[in-house]
């Protein structure tokens, strides 16, 4: 067997939210803006929230066209609907 097709059993889940990168992401587009001492784990919280949103919503999106696997195009109607929805 190649070395290429080995896949690996056991693949190491992170536990932790990237603190450095939210933190340095964040200062650098808003390199003014004072956040708390959590602030970067509620981004990403606020992060994984949307994705989750967006999982379900292609899952439904997917169900009613009767296919199997979530496309590109199940993806995108999501993303309009959930951004709809916040701003309105």
Do not use: W, Y
């Given at each position: 067997?190649?070395?290429?097709?080995?896949?690996?059993q056991r693949k190491k889940i992170k536990r932790k939210a990237p603190r450095?990168?939210?933190?340095?992401?964040?200062?650098?587009?808003?390199?003014?803006?004072?956040?708390?001492?959590?602030?970067?784990?509620?981004?990403?919280?606020?992060?994984?929230?949307?994705?989750?949103?967006?999982?379900?919503?292609?899952?439904?999106?997917?169900?009613?066209?009767?296919?199997?696997?979530?496309?590109?195009?199940?993806?995108?109607?999501?993303?309009?609907?959930?951004?709809?929805?916040?701003?309105?």
């Amino acid at each position: 067997m190649a070395l290429s097709t080995i896949v690996p059993q056991r693949k190491k889940i992170k536990r932790k939210a990237p603190r450095g990168f939210l933190k340095r992401a964040m200062k650098r587009q808003k390199p003014h803006l004072r956040l708390e001492t959590n602030g970067d784990l509620l981004v990403h919280l606020n992060c994984l929230l949307f994705v989750h949103r967006l999982a379900e919503e292609s899952r439904i999106n997917a169900c009613e066209s009767k296919c199997g696997t979530i496309k590109k195009e199940h993806v995108l109607a999501a993303a309009k609907v959930i951004l709809k929805k916040s701003r309105g």
